[in-house]
Nanobody, 117 residues
Framework: VQLQASGGGLVQAGGSLRLSCAPS????????MGWYRQAPGKQRELVAR???????NYADSVKGRFTISKDNAKNTVYLQMNSLKSEDTAVYFC????????????WGQGTLVTVSS
């Protein structure tokens, strides 16, 4: 299974970006799709995830600013990031979890988001 992530880039603080993740198999085959990030010198952390039943949860640091969604017809998961802050700078990874797993099963290659202050 491959996860193709895209949409990262350089943006000024207060700006917006939308990340996309397209898995090589249908989204409904996973229990959860999520976005994680890893900033320099820090551990990878969960940003947001969405379940097969469209339940969502977010890291406290992004609540109210980021929105995770999925389009089954396009087989794509999105992360809309608004009001970006310098502390959002990180490599963002898409991940998918099989129904039999509790932790992510597959990881994408990562896309860099840089927020300039």
């Amino acid at each position: 299974v491959q996860l193709q992530a895209s949409g990262g880039g350089l943006v000024q603080a207060g700006g917006s970006l939308r990340l996309s993740c397209a898995p090589s198999i249908p989204i409904f085959g996973f229990s959860t799709m999520g976005w994680y990030r890893q900033a320099p010198g820090k551990q990878r952390e969960l940003v947001a995830r969405i379940t097969s039943r469209d339940g969502t949860n977010y890291a406290d640091s992004v609540k109210g600013r980021f929105t995770i969604s999925k389009d089954n017809a396009k087989n794509t998961v999105y992360l809309q990031m608004n009001s970006l802050k310098s502390e959002d700078t990180a490599v963002y990874f898409c991940a998918s979890t099989n129904f039999c797993d509790y932790q992510p099963t597959y990881w994408g290659q990562g896309t860099l988001v840089t927020v300039s202050s």
